[in-house]
């Protein structure tokens, strides 16, 4: 089978983000565009050939097509061995979980996580380098630079693969293997958590589960774990078959686009759990009955639960944080005499923790929260988290947070999203609140006064790397504060968060709605950043 090199000019746009090259399909479908992007790959990498490739997907749609296509590069660029998820599907933590376990130099995994799917909708590859973690900035530029001086890229003439059937077959000097995208990760999550003791909870009678894949990548892994391994009535797992286009959905789980789970354990006779998953499965939202968990206070439980985990019995050595995400995290912290670690958003910064032993569990507010078992947040293993938890203390999901609220005091927290705004007036919005950092400090805003104002810059503990503009941050002398940044996961426009939180130790003030309890920090950000003016909004798109 004949090589060729195709002749070719760079694109400009080729730029990938923290979570890698994000377009919408008819981008990645231009001629060339996916090749490019997959040479710059291999052109920005040392010392690869002859070595192990992971390869897999979330299974939206131009999956298939674009893994044909990287397979017969990866063989013409000199790839000793691709390991390829069955029918295309490897879940974002299964794919840190397998190159870690097989010593691969790194994966390529297909997916724009909690963007919607579809002929019309988002595509992404990313590159995970050889800890299984997202590739560093360093690794990203790298590739950005070999995008731009791009002449050609190298492919093999062969017909395709059959995704679909487990096999090993040579291609030239490249052996590709289709595995079984479920065991490796299923057999990683058994050594983890005690099953034995999940199972007979969950058998027992009194118990009643449902978890949402959102038509999404988990579904087989939760079919596998929940119904098959633990015992789970068939059906507690629904929309569990991975489609194309997430069923029409939009695979993102928070109150407002896993609305289906949402009413169903708000309803009558709702079951006891509840919990979603998103695109590519590292992502997850825990309800109790008519009980709602924030990211931030799951993150919170879990640290303070830990011990009764198998996995971690034995202490961990420290937690970190994104910085949007609440302190709640940080007073499970100082309890147990921990460090705790504030990080920009992205994982990427979390694995330098967790690689060097300084951070055993982290968590961001947006739903993502994961452990040093791989290199990426991890949906699932959180749910069995929650699920030992449950078992061991026989308790339900409201309890053990209220009850966790009376030892810690509650963080009132929630998240207001502005999606699809102009990038013009987002990038106007933020200038206006950096031009008011100097002055802010002091000055009362509403009845709270202003103890710092700053653009959030963190210096990496473990590299000494230092990374700056992470965040507008206005914190009030009583410990509340108001984030503010723009998100880069999207593809249409620009996205502003706005991130709320006050500290209330006071039990008997914990019943509050937390709209109602930051309804005044609500009205000041809205006021200082002149939000409506700039987003032509009334209203957030989404509220968590």
């Not at 979570?19 to 001629?31: D, I, M, N, T, Y």
């Amino acid at each position: 089978m004949n090589v060729h090199t195709v002749s070719t000019q760079p694109f400009p746009d080729q730029k990938p983000g923290t979570s890698g090259l994000r377009k919408q399909v008819p981008v990645f479908q231009q001629r060339h565009y996916l090749e490019n992007f997959i040479q710059a790959i291999f052109n920005s990498l040392e010392d690869y050939q002859g070595k192990t490739l992971v390869l897999g997907g979330d299974g939206r749609y131009y999956n298939r097509t674009a893994i044909q296509t990287i397979l017969k590069m990866a063989v013409a660029n000199g790839v000793g061995r691709v390991l390829v998820g069955r029918g295309g599907i490897l879940s974002t933590p299964a794919a840190s979980c397998i190159i870690r376990k097989t010593g691969a130099f790194g994966g390529i995994i297909l997916s724009a996580s909690h963007n919607p799917g579809g002929p019309e909708g988002d595509f992404g590859v990313k590159f995970n380098t050889s800890n299984g973690g997202p590739a560093p900035e360093k690794v990203t530029s790298a590739i950005f630079e070999a995008s731009k001086t791009l002449e050609g890229y190298n492919i093999l003439e062969a017909p395709d693969i059959d995704l679909d059937t487990l096999l090993i077959t040579q291609l030239n000097e490249t052996t590709v293997e289709v595995i079984d995208p479920v065991a490796d990760y299923a057999d990683l999550m058994q050594s983890l958590f005690d099953f034995d003791r999940i199972r007979d909870f969950l058998t027992s009678g009194d118990f009643r589960l449902c978890m949402d894949p959102l038509h999404a990548v988990t579904g087989p892994y939760a079919h596998l774990l929940l119904e098959e391994r633990l015992g789970a009535a068939p059906g507690s797992v629904q929309n569990g078959t991975p489609l194309e286009d997430f069923g029409g959905g939009h695979p993102d789980p928070n109150l407002v686009y896993a609305h289906d789970l949402v009413e169903l354990m708000f309803g009558d006779n709702a079951p006891d759990f509840g919990a979603a998953s998103d695109g590519d499965g590292d992502r997850n939202m825990v309800l109790g009955r008519k009980f709602f968990v924030t990211p931030s206070d799951s993150l919170a439980v879990l640290a303070a639960n830990a011990h009764l985990v198998p996995g971690y019995k034995e202490g961990l050595a420290g937690v970190a944080r994104s910085m949007p995400t609440s302190a709640a995290v940080d007073r499970v912290a100082e309890k147990l005499g921990i460090n705790c670690y504030e990080t920009p958003t992205g994982w990427k910064f979390f694995g330098n923790l967790l690689d060097a032993g300084q951070a055993t569990l982290c968590g961001e507010e947006s739903f993502g929260t994961g452990s040093d078992h791989v290199r990426e947040k991890d949906g699932l293993w959180a749910i069995l988290f929650w699920l030992n938890i449950l078992a061991v203390r026989e308790q339900s999901v409201e309890e053990i947070v209220r009850d966790h609220w009376q030892t810690y005091g509650r963080n009132y927290y929630s998240r207001h999203d502005y999606e699809g705004i102009d990038s013009g007036n987002a990038d106007q919005l933020v200038e206006g609140l950096r031009s008011q950092l100097q002055s802010l400090p002091g000055q009362r805003l509403g009845k709270y006064e202003v103890d710092y104002a700053d653009d959030f810059s963190y210096t990496d503990p473990v590299d000494g790397s230092v990374s700056k503009n992470q965040g507008i941050r206005i914190g009030f002398t009583d410990g509340s504060r108001i984030v503010f940044r723009l998100s880069g996961t999207g593809t249409q426009g620009a996205t502003l968060r706005l991130y709320l939180e006050s500290y209330e130790p006071d039990s008997s003030q914990h019943g509050a709605d937390p709209q109602d309890a930051l309804a005044e920090f609500i009205a000041i950000a809205e006021d200082v950043a002149q939000i409506r003016q700039y987003t032509g909004m009334n209203t957030p798109t989404v509220i968590t």
